[in-house]
């Protein structure tokens, strides 16, 4: 089911910075683990930055320093700001959120979340 939206800036230069946002009807504002992932075809989907309700973070490694995921509470909704893209990091990437996950376990190793967005389709150019 698709409780979550996708928005925000889809194709960037290598180099340049993309914000992604994620609307939701609900479901972020009363979520303990919510995240951004990404997948490119043949590769599986992979999480990049993922936030809990304590408001830890937790990031795929090539992206720390680069990336910034955060959530706006009033407008329910979450965000990822990204800086430096490479272009290996053109992926469809999908928002996700999940209410049950026992907050221990909200890291960047949690392989699949209750809630997902349909995706929105990063480009990015050399």
């Known amino acids: 089911q698709a409780d979550l939206m996708e928005f925000g800036g889809v194709s960037a230069p290598a180099g340049g910075s993309l914000r992604l946002s994620c609307s939701s009807s609900?479901?972020?504002?009363?979520?303990?683990?919510m995240g951004w992932y990404r997948e490119v075809p043949g590769k599986g989907r992979e999480a990049v930055a993922i936030?809990?309700?304590?408001?830890?973070?937790t990031y795929k490694d090539s992206v720390k320093g680069r990336f910034t995921i955060s959530q706006d509470r009033a407008k329910n909704t979450l965000s990822l700001e990204m800086n430096d893209l490479n272009p290996h990091e053109a992926a469809m990437y999908y928002c996700?959120?999940?209410?049950?996950?026992?907050?221990?376990?909200?890291?960047?190793?949690?392989?699949?979340?209750?809630?997902w967005g349909k995706g929105t389709l990063v480009t990015i150019s050399d």
């Open positions: 609900g479901v972020i504002e009363s979520s303990v683990c």
């Open positions: 996700a959120a999940d209410l049950e996950v026992i907050q221990a376990f909200c890291d960047i190793e949690l392989r699949g979340m209750e809630y």
């Open positions: 936030l809990d309700k304590s408001g830890r973070t």
